[in-house]
């Protein structure tokens, strides 16, 4: 009868294909992550050998020291002024004004947009409507 090894029908056994497919993955992922880890290093060690090659040439005088401060981060774009003048006294500027105002486009007369206008029965097509409605009026035919 001889149907071969048993031993490979075993789902433990480390010789099925399935078992060596997986250590061959897990083969793989522990070499790509050494890698990474490698190239980390690596950067991180060009790094450090730029940071004291800055460091030296700043003891040394032939480049200027860095400002680590964060002032930057609170100055607006070049070229903008800043707000606070405004509050110092400084006039305000045309373009200041025009920057904030909006044209009237809200509720009033002119645009004929006032609050419960839509409610308001005026005008002949309102008429008409009323006329329409109580002649076509179910309640109104059988009374």
Known sequence: MGGGDLNLKKSW????L???????????KHEAERKKIE????????ERAR??????????GAVKKK???????????????SREEYLL??????QITQQYEEPESG????????????????????TNDMAAKIREDPLFEIR
Not at 51 to 60: V, W
Not at 70 to 75: N, R, S, V
Not at 89 to 94: W, Y
């Open 13 to 16: 056994h480390p010789q099925t």
């Open 51 to 60: 940071e004291e090659m800055t460091r030296y040439a700043q003891e040394t």
């Open 107 to 126: 509720p009033s007369a002119e645009t004929g947009l006032l609050p419960g206008s839509i409610f308001n029965p005026t005008g002949s097509a309102s």
């Open 67 to 81: 400002d680590d401060r964060l002032d930057w981060m609170y100055q607006g774009p070049a070229g903008q002024i």
């Open 89 to 94: 006294g400084r006039p305000i500027d045309k």
């Open 39 to 46: 190239e980390l290093q690596k950067e991180l060690k060009e």
């Open 18 to 28: 399935k078992n060596i497919e997986r250590v061959w993955k897990a083969e793989q």
